[in-house]
Nanobody
């Protein structure tokens, strides 16, 4: 079992920055590709960003590319999502997730690959 707890969400204005954190416990953190997903009101959950076990590979949704950065600290069992230049459409509940991977460089981007999920943290962007 892997337990994931997100933090760092809140209210922001368009153009502002927020940094989300996700603390993991229970298993070897570095065995997992880590991802961030979000769900806006009335919409399906969507992929935001993911990083490989080794941090050497990352992947972003087109909607956040150039504005969001995913990173991880394997020593602290934590994955981060730095969100810059926030837009109204970034408003959503953001969840981190863990996908066990055998390859150090593989990035999981499908929700079906992720077995463990956090509860989520709300991000609300206003004008």
């Amino acid at each position: 079992q892997v337990q994931l707890v997100e933090s760092g969400g809140g209210q922001a204005q368009a153009g502002d920055s927020l940094r989300l954190s996700c603390a993991a416990s229970g298993r070897t953190f570095s065995d997992y590709s880590m991802g961030w997903f979000r769900r806006a009101p009335g919409k399906e959950r969507e992929f935001v960003a993911a990083t490989s076990r080794s941090r050497s590979s990352t992947y972003y949704a087109d909607s956040v590319k150039g504005r969001f950065t995913i990173s991880r600290d394997n020593a602290k069992n934590t994955v981060f999502l730095q969100m810059n230049s926030l837009k109204l459409e970034d408003t959503a509940v953001y969840s981190c997730a863990a996908s066990e991977q055998s390859l150090l460089t593989r990035v999981a981007i499908s929700t079906r690959e992720y077995r463990y999920w956090g509860q989520g943290t709300q991000v609300t962007v206003s004008s």
